[in-house]
């Protein structure tokens, strides 16, 4: 876990995750799959994509210190495959889905990432065996069409 802003400037991404920095700069698409958890994407992917998207490799900071931050993950897209307890239209009209329009916006889309879509699954916690292999179906599609 990142602790400072010198860390996350200045440090080094762990060797555990040198491959999968390097494959983000490499794909063309990208794909997160996780649950909702507290309204947003878990800890881990949290902490995963502040080693991974780092000065550097997702952005670069101005030469002179000012201005926007320089994207360096331009003609990639990505899709969230989030999963929820909650129905899924709920969580797009009530909540404004503000978990993964954060990611989307505030890292995503920050680093040059776009289009970013997403897919969202509700009332996972008791789905039977249909509901997943419709669930499944929809996202080997998804998979079909590269996007």
Same mark, same amino acid.
Request: proline content about 5%.
């Given at each position: ?5 010198? @860390?996350?400037?200045?440090?080094? =991404? ?13 794909? @063309?698409?990208?794909?997160? =799959?996780?649950? *909702? ?7 881990? *992917? ?5 080693? =991974? ?10 030469? @002179? ?19 929820? $307890? ?9 909540? *404004?889905?503000? $978990? ?35 669930? *499944? ?6 998979? @079909?069409?590269?996007?």
């Amino acid at each position: 876990m990142l602790r400072t802003m010198q @860390e996350f400037e200045h440090g080094v =991404v762990p060797n555990s995750l040198n491959e999968a920095a390097e494959a983000i700069v490499w794909a @063309e698409h990208i794909v997160f =799959v996780f649950p *909702l958890w507290l309204g947003t994407m878990p800890a881990l *992917l949290k902490a995963f994509l502040e080693q =991974v998207m780092r000065p550097g490799t997702a952005f670069a900071y101005p030469d @002179e210190g000012g201005g926007f931050p320089k994207t360096l993950l331009r003609g990639r897209s990505a899709r969230m495959v989030v999963t929820m $307890g909650m129905p899924s239209i709920f969580y797009r009209l009530w909540f *404004l889905s503000h $978990g993964i329009a954060g990611m989307r916006r505030s890292i995503l889309r920050f680093a040059g990432i776009s289009p970013v879509r997403e897919t969202l699954f509700g009332m996972v916690a008791g789905a039977g065996d249909a509901t997943r292999a419709k669930g *499944l179906g929809q996202i080997r599609k998804l998979g @079909e069409r590269a996007r």
